[in-house]
């Protein structure tokens, strides 16, 4: 009874966040009409001073930490990554008038990481004292890439089956294998979207430079106000995204609904083991059920455009802005803030 007394307390503490107020507030005037906008390139901006921001703080103590200890985090980000792809192959595509390979690209999106998402659950953290090992960040390739590979590689499986037995034995007569999928270039996509590209430069000037003047002077002091107006837009594309998700059913709205809450839940589970076997901080436990919660907002369209292309991009884009960002935002990451402070005192 202690342990929901102090769960809910803490989590309803955290739904106070002013970070979660400007989300709600941008969805609102959204709503209502207004014709309040910021520009896209603000926007990218935002994302862009937010990662290299926690890039830096995390490159600037990695070369302090023990690599063993990151081995298991990382493996269990890779598991993650790749279980989303899967789940969502055999639940939401299973599910009535909804097409495979649109059921699977939604898959990919939400097993994709949203840079924008770690943002706001790091700021909150910070917020709440909250400590939290700061290479932990980094994990997000270790779960973004293999979801887009699982999720393209699934895609391309699903079509070949497709094929009539006259286009087999045509590519069989040609020696060919049909079109196979290739791994590198769905890699080198995702490395190469600006979300990563963003945190993994940050994570290399923190861990070759010596960042403390600019990081203490510019990005430290800006971080919680560029948040604020990163909620803020988010909120609004959220409820402008929701005229796309009504064109492809309530299937979708529902596993966007459920589908972040449950995969954050299942890398939390998974967090909870690698706190118990190397020490992992509570903190860290929450960075990895936040990055399996989130979807790809940036980079993850793009790569399934290109990798899924008979997809209905209304589909996975409507789902995830729609529903699954303000979830992981407003109920995800309040939800693991409080469950690790309940459960290992983080």
Do not use: C
């Amino acid at each position: 009874m202690d342990f929901l007394s102090d769960f809910l307390v803490n989590f309803l503490a955290k739904l106070q966040s002013p970070t979660l107020g400007f989300l709600i507030g941008g969805g609102v005037v959204a709503a209502l009409g207004s014709r309040l906008a910021i520009p896209d390139a603000i926007y990218k901006f935002i994302v862009f001073m937010l990662l290299i921001k926690v890039g830096l703080s995390g490159g600037n103590e990695i070369s302090k930490d023990n690599k063993e200890e990151k081995l298991v985090p990382e493996v269990l980000a890779v598991v993650s990554g790749r279980m989303v792809g899967f789940f969502g192959r055999y639940t939401l595509a299973k599910l009535p008038n909804v097409k495979t390979v649109d059921a699977i690209a939604t898959a990919g999106l939400f097993g994709a990481v949203s840079g924008s998402t770690l943002a706001a659950a790091l700021t909150l953290m910070e917020v709440q004292g909250m400590e939290y090992e700061a290479w932990a960040a980094a994990l997000y390739p270790f779960m973004d890439i293999p979801a887009l590979v699982t999720a393209i590689v699934l895609a391309s499986l699903y079509t070949s089956k497709q094929r009539s037995t006259v286009d087999a034995a045509l590519s069989k007569q040609r020696g060919t294998a049909g079109n196979r999928v290739k791994i590198w270039p769905i890699v080198k996509e995702s490395l190469q979207g600006s979300a990563l590209s963003a945190l993994l430069l940050g994570l290399a000037l923190g861990l070759l430079t010596q960042p403390e003047s600019v990081y203490e002077s510019f990005f430290n002091p800006l971080f919680r106000g560029l948040l604020s107006i990163l909620m803020l837009v988010m909120g609004m594309e959220a409820t402008a995204r929701l005229a796309e998700l009504r064109k492809v059913g309530q299937w979708y709205a529902l596993y966007a609904f459920l589908a972040p809450l449950l995969h954050g839940l299942i890398a939390f589970g998974l967090g909870v083991i690698a706190h118990i076997t190397t020490g992992f901080s509570p903190g860290g436990v929450v960075i990895l059920a936040v990055i399996a919660s989130s979807s790809s907002d940036i980079s993850g369209p793009p790569t399934l455009r290109a990798g899924i292309p008979s997809a209905n991009p209304s589909a996975y884009i409507g789902s995830s802005t729609a529903v699954g960002t303000p979830v992981a935002l407003a109920l995800g990451i309040p939800l693991y803030i409080a469950l690790a402070q309940s459960l290992m005192g983080g």
